[in-house]
């Protein structure tokens, strides 16, 4: 990374030319205006990835851009970049699951939900990658947490929540692109989503499972994929996901990302529209 007083300094230089004060910036990127104010000073050594990737997203510009001096920051314009395609993820951005799961599991088994969480996150991956099968994956965690059996499909599926503001949003969008959907996912969940309503009846180009890739995000093998199976490449892809290392990783491959908040899909879906001229 470039020193923290360049950093600051092209911090400053693109938020200029973006035409935001530091209250607007701070407010946008979703940090203290002491923090912001501190950053383009210099003051903070070594802002943190998260800190600094905020900043790029409320700038609509490429994290290299400040990462790398090399590449003068310049705000996109919606107009500059032909997006044809636009990529979004399952889990965080169509729909919620998470705590819901983890709570059912909890009730069901009597066991404590940091205990459940360290099992999920020790097998999620391997199942999402296809390398294990559902029913290796049950057994697993009910060997982990110590119980008789564990039917995770059957908390997953009554936990899931669909996220309505964002089904409307890619149904409008679907009407301008090309849409796909790019998660990482167990094995079958997404067919079973879509047979129970919880996924929109969209004309989706292409799904990347990464349970039938045999990667997941952030894994280069899963961007290649999408790009192979979209027909489209570079900054002809917009990415929405709820995770920032799975976006840095897409923006490896000049894709067009956007992070999404699922604490606030108001003002995600606002800035996504705004993002796309939409």
Known sequence: MESTKQLGQTIKAARERSGLTQDGLSDRAGLAYSTLAKIEQGAIKSPSFDTVYAITQALDIPIDSLLNPAQPPAPSSPSD??????????????????HHAFVSLSEETGCQLDKIESAFWHYNEPINRGEITLKEFNRSMARHLGVKSVDWRRHYMGAIQPIPEMHECLKGLSKRYKIGLLSNIMPHFIDEMFAGGTLPELDFSCIIDSSQVGAVKPEDKIYLAAER???FKGQEIFFIDDSRANLAAAEKFSWRVFWFDGYDTAESIRRIKQALNN
């Open 81 to 98: 970049t032909a997006v044809k395609f636009i990529f979004c993820d399952v889990n965080g951005v169509m729909v919620r699951f998470y």
């Open 229 to 231: 199976e979209s027909g």
